[in-house]
């Protein structure tokens, strides 16, 4: 399971450079757990097409990843306003919760 919550990251920094249709099987797949045959059923194809499919987004959305880092540079700077939080100033929860609206947005 803790893969599909890695790819549900991934589709967040990196889902805009797939096509229309990795992006709507992406998100059956992940963003609403949709099986494997109920996604061929949507899209009329196999299910070893949509299973195919599915393995060539994620090892896509990797590839960006070790690339560009987008998600690993974000989860640091998560662990870092969970460090400043932990002060207990409200003026800067508010401040990092605006910090992390903007990086969500």
Do not use: C, P
């Amino acid at each position: 399971m803790e893969n599909k919550f890695r790819v549900n990251d991934l589709l967040d920094f990196y889902g805009a450079l797939l096509t229309e249709k990795q992006r709507e099987i992406a998100g059956y797949y992940y963003k609403e757990d949709f099986s494997l045959l109920e996604i061929s059923e949507i899209t009329g194809s196999s299910r070893a097409a949509v299973h195919d499919m599915i393995k060539r987004i994620r090892n896509e959305l990797e590839k960006y990843e070790a690339s560009l880092h987008m998600l690993e540079a974000y989860e640091k700077r998560r662990g870092i306003y969970e460090k400043i939080r932990a002060l207990g100033n409200e003026k800067i929860d508010l401040l990092i919760d605006q910090l992390i609206e903007t990086e969500i947005s």
